[in-house]
Nanobody, 129 residues
């Protein structure tokens, strides 16, 4: 069974940090572009950060540049999102998604508005004092 599972969300104070993980089972992430997306209540889904299959190409939304870092460990079949200097406006459900490197690019992945590819169930991040 092909599955993506996110973890690492929680409640954190403004200025704090969290590291989200996206673990794949049933398939190998090496040949997939991975994206982190978020959706806050009443808002459209936003592409937060994306990474190429090799990890050499990354993209970040302007709202998180300099604060978030995406990385991947293909040996562990896992992609990470390190989130520092968190703000209340970062509060959302965070999802990871995977699409094959032959069918998408990092740029296209982060701009995606459809729900194509493989998706996890999401993890809640709440930034509040």
């Amino acid at each position: 069974q092909l599955q993506l599972v996110e973890s690492g969300g929680g409640l954190v104070q403004p200025g704090g940090s969290l590291r989200l993980s996206c673990a794949a089972s049933g398939f190998t992430l090496d040949y997939y572009v991975i994206g982190w997306f978020r959706q806050a209540p009443g808002k459209e889904r936003e592409g937060v950060s994306c990474i190429s299959g090799s990890g050499s190409i990354t993209k970040y939304a302007d709202s998180v540049k300099g604060r978030f870092t995406i990385s991947r460990d293909n040996a562990k079949n896992t992609v990470y999102l390190q989130m520092n200097s968190l703000k209340p406006e970062d509060t959302a459900i965070y999802y990871c998604a995977a699409k094959g490197t032959l069918v998408t690019t990092v740029q296209a992945m982060c701009s995606m508005t459809s729900a194509s590819g493989y998706w996890g169930q999401g993890t809640q991040v709440t930034v509040s004092s």
